[in-house]
């Protein structure tokens, strides 16, 4: 192999080893910001998932709330009922 060759050869080397640390660093930034995202996703997550929680609890005492609404209509209705039969027989 002739000296110009091999020059050319290390100096491309040389350059290719550059491109190497550069992608490196680049990689490195990069997954540092991943992780970032990926802690900052958790939370959100976390929090979604008491917020969700949360809804469901009010959700579930929503419809207690309602059924006992019913419940107190239907027993007054049917109070109702029998007080106007009470009132026609009289």
């Given at each position: 192999?002739?000296?110009?060759?091999?020059?050319?050869?290390?100096?491309?080397?040389?350059?290719?080893?550059?491109?190497?640390?550069?992608?490196?660093?680049?990689?490195?930034?990069?997954?540092?910001?991943?992780?970032?995202?990926?802690?900052?996703?958790?939370?959100?997550?976390?929090?979604?998932?008491?917020?969700?929680?949360?809804?469901?609890?009010?959700m579930?005492?929503?419809?207690?709330?309602?059924?006992?609404?019913?419940?107190?209509?239907?027993?007054?209705?049917?109070?109702?009922?029998?007080?106007?039969?009470?009132?026609?027989?009289?």
């Amino acid at each position: 192999m002739s000296k110009e060759k091999l020059e050319g050869l290390v100096k491309r080397m040389e350059v290719t080893l550059m491109e190497m640390e550069q992608l490196k660093l680049h990689c490195g930034r990069q997954s540092e910001e991943l992780s970032q995202l990926v802690v900052e996703l958790r939370r959100e997550n976390q929090e979604l998932t008491e917020k969700y929680n949360q809804l469901a609890q009010d959700m579930k005492e929503a419809k207690e709330i309602i059924e006992q609404l019913q419940d107190t209509k239907y027993a007054f209705d049917a109070k109702e009922r029998q007080a106007q039969k009470l009132s026609r027989q009289l």
